[in-house]
C-alpha cells in the first residue's frame, strides 16, 4: 500500500511495511451452470488474467476434461452473466454462485482455490476510531457469514 487507501481488503498481506494485518477469513470456490443446462464448455479468464490461480486451474479443466472454452470474460460480473445465460460452467466463490437463483453447484468447494482475505491498513491509522470500526465491522461481518463464504450448504 502507498497511502491510496486508509484502509484495504485484500487477498494477500503485504510483504514488508508497518501495517496492522489481521486475516478475515476464506471465501471457497465452486464449479456453477445455468440450472438444467447441459454446460459442457467453460466460461473463464482473459489472458490478462492467466496468472491468476483460479484462471490457471480452469485452463487445466479444458485441458482435462477436453471441453471447449465457451467464452473468456474479464470480471466476475461477467462471467456470473455468461455462466447465468447459459454459455458454459465456470467457477465463482460460493457466496456468489449458491445465492444465485438460476445457478447450481456441480460438485463441492475446491479446497486449492481457497481464497485468504485480510484487512490492512497502516498502523499509525488502526486507533482512529472510524478506522477501528469499519475493521470490527468487517471482522463481525466475516465471522457472521462464515458458513455462506465456506460454501457450506
Known amino acids: ?80 452473466e455468461a455462466i447465468r445465460a447459459g454459455s458454459g460452467r465456470g467457477e465463482l466463490p460460493c457466496y456468489v454462485g449458491d445465492g444465485h437463483p438460476l445457478l447450481e453447484r456441480l460438485g463441492a468447494p475446491i479446497p486449492e482455490l481457497d481464497a485468504e482475505y485480510w484487512v490492512i491498513v497502516h498502523r499509525d491509522l488502526r486507533r482512529s476510531a472510524c478506522v477501528r470500526a469499519a475493521i470490527d465491522w468487517m471482522k463481525a461481518l466475516f465471522a457472521e457469514q462464515r458458513d455462506v463464504l465456506a460454501g457450506a450448504l
Open 1 to 80: 500500500m502507498r497511502r491510496q487507501a486508509d484502509l484495504a481488503l485484500r487477498h494477500e498481506p503485504p510483504e514488508a511495511g508497518d501495517y496492522y494485518v489481521a486475516k478475515l477469513g476464506t471465501f471457497a470456490c465452486a464449479v456453477y451452470r445455468r440450472r438444467g443446462a447441459d454446460a459442457a464448455a467453460w466460461v473463464g479468464y482473459t489472458e490478462e488474467q492467466a496468472h491468476w490461480p483460479t484462471a490457471r486451474w480452469v485452463e487445466r479443466q479444458i485441458d482435462e476434461t477436453g471441453m471447449p472454452m465457451a467464452c473468456r470474460a474479464s470480471s466476475m460480473l461477467m462471467r456470473v
